[in-house]
């Protein structure tokens, strides 16, 4: 069964903190993502990667960085954490880029900033 | 311009009932037309998908309706049961992009 995994379900940081979110993917999809999802917003991309070491930015990057070291784990690095960081993160991940290519999810990390 | 639109934002059905989700796309070069299903605590997981060379895919209760022409595709639940209440993204994206550009939601509650 595919799986990715985050590693928090839950998690609470003080504003100014470097904040660590990690993704791990155990199907060797060479894609992964990270999106943030808020109410009425929808599911907003934050970065993605495509390959080992290679990223992409994506519709709202800003106050974010991320790092893929390995192929199968994609990390999402909020520099100096903020109130308006507060939200749900989504890592997911799929195969290269196809015409009907699925996206995996993982179950969310809650991020409060306070 | 890569929006994707969807309505309504919020649906309240019966048991029993059809549910119908609308989305409009705005960039003709998607090709790949997504929905996603997220039940509350999980992350969203493929539903159903539909290319713009048909006008129609069913799968079970779920059938989506594709207009090319009006660049308009929407999800159908016959029978709506009180299991289905999750929260629905369609998406649609171009063939060799990775991106998916999503819908902002509709979350939708059956009642028993």
């Known amino acids: 069964d595919v799986k990715v995994t985050q590693s928090s379900r839950y998690l609470v940081k003080r504003t100014g903190e470097k904040v660590f979110l990690e993704c791990v993917q155990d199907m060797d999809h060479e894609n992964m993502f990270w999106y943030r999802q808020d109410p009425g917003l929808g599911l907003r991309l934050i970065y993605f990667?495509?390959?080992?070491?290679?990223?992409e930015k994506g519709d709202i990057p800003e106050g974010y960085s991320v790092s893929r070291e390995k192929k199968e784990r994609f990390s999402l690095i909020l520099e100096s954490a903020s109130t308006n960081q507060t939200s749900m993160y989504l890592c997911?991940?799929?195969?290269?880029?196809?015409?009907?290519?699925?996206?995996?999810f993982g179950q969310g990390t809650r991020l409060t900033v306070v | 311009q890569q929006q994707v639109k969807q309505s309504p934002q919020s649906l309240i059905v019966q048991k029993g009932g059809i549910s119908i989700i609308n989305c409009a796309y705005e960039?003709?070069?998607?090709?790949?037309f997504p929905w996603y299903q997220q039940f509350p605590g999980k992350g969203p997981a493929l539903l159903i998908a539909i290319r713009p060379d048909v006008s129609e895919k069913k799968e079970g209760r779920f059938t989506i309706s594709f207009n090319k022409s009006a660049k308009q595709f929407s999800l159908h639940i016959m029978d709506s049961q009180p299991g289905d209440s999750a929260t629905y993204f369609c998406a649609g994206t171009q063939g060799g992009s990775e991106k998916l550009v999503f819908g902002k939601g509709t979350k939708l509650t059956v009642n028993p």
């Open positions: 960039n003709t070069a998607f090709d790949y």
């Open positions: 990667s495509y390959d080992v070491k290679m990223k």
């Open positions: 997911a991940s799929s195969l290269l880029p196809r015409v009907g290519t699925e996206a995996f």
